[in-house]
């Protein structure tokens, strides 16, 4: 596609339940990386992909956070009994290449998680 | 810690020149890089700086030095258009992304 795509747009869940984000990222690109962001805040990094491989999940906020890639298309990142406290957007971006020190990302428009 | 400092808010006229500051407190980077974000949609790539000194792309201009722990973004010519959040963000060497919590521009006409 000619760009990021993420679905759900929106998203109201209730507390406890299971979600599931995903991200199609632009082809032919081998990066993709899940960020957080709360109103109002800065975007909070969660997790990378190169590949399919992810090399360091030590930013997924819990272990009710987990996110897998299909080869080098889509990933979905799931949250499992979901709080109220993980109401945010989530945006997903893709980049040519994670081993490029000039990485530029290009950014999905973002799922709103709404947990009631 | 390891993080990026912005101011939270700038206010600037149309047509003037405004600078939104950056400073961090993070060592070993690959460069600073700056993102445009509108309300309700989604950041896009403005520019990086991978060494030292000012990076120009038309309106848009970024400056870092590495001794300083500083780094800014110089918007020229502002355009009602330009009113938006802009971020500073680098990669650190253990590849963590660091993002600041971003700079609100607000352009009076």
């Known amino acids: 596609g000619a760009g990021v795509s993420q679905s759900p747009s929106n998203k109201v869940t209730e507390k406890g339940k299971d979600v599931e984000l995903r991200c199609d990222p632009i082809?032919?690109?081998?990066?993709l990386y899940w960020y957080r962001q709360r109103l109002g805040q800065g975007l909070e990094f969660l997790i990378y992909?190169?590949?399919?491989?992810?090399?360091?999940k030590s930013g997924l906020p819990s272990d009710r956070f987990s996110a897998e890639r299909t080869g080098e298309s889509v990933s979905t990142l799931t949250i499992q009994r979901t709080q109220q406290e993980d109401s945010a957007v989530y945006l997903c971006?893709?980049?040519?290449?994670?081993?490029?020190?000039?990485?530029?990302?290009?950014f999905g428009a973002g799922t709103r998680l709404s947990v009631l | 810690g390891q993080s990026l400092e912005q101011p939270s808010e700038v206010t600037a006229v149309e047509g003037a020149i405004v600078q939104i500051n950056c400073t961090y407190q993070?060592?070993?980077?690959?460069?600073l890089s700056w993102y445009q974000q509108h309300d309700g949609g989604a950041p896009t790539f403005l520019s990086y700086?991978?060494?030292?000194g000012l990076e120009e792309t038309g309106r848009f201009s970024s400056f870092l030095s590495r001794s300083d722990s500083y780094g800014y973004l110089l918007l020229q010519e502002l355009q009602m258009k330009d009113s938006a959040s802009y971020f500073c963000?680098?990669?650190?060497?253990?590849?963590?992304?660091?993002f600041g919590k971003g700079t609100r521009l607000h352009i009076l006409p």
């Open positions: 963000a680098v990669r650190r060497r253990d590849d963590k992304i660091i």
């Open positions: 971006a893709s980049s040519l290449d994670w081993a490029r020190a000039k990485n530029i990302q290009y």
């Open positions: 993070t060592s070993g980077f690959y460069g």
């Open positions: 700086n991978a060494l030292d």
């Open positions: 082809s032919g690109h081998t990066a």
């Open positions: 992909f190169q590949g399919n491989s992810a090399p360091d």
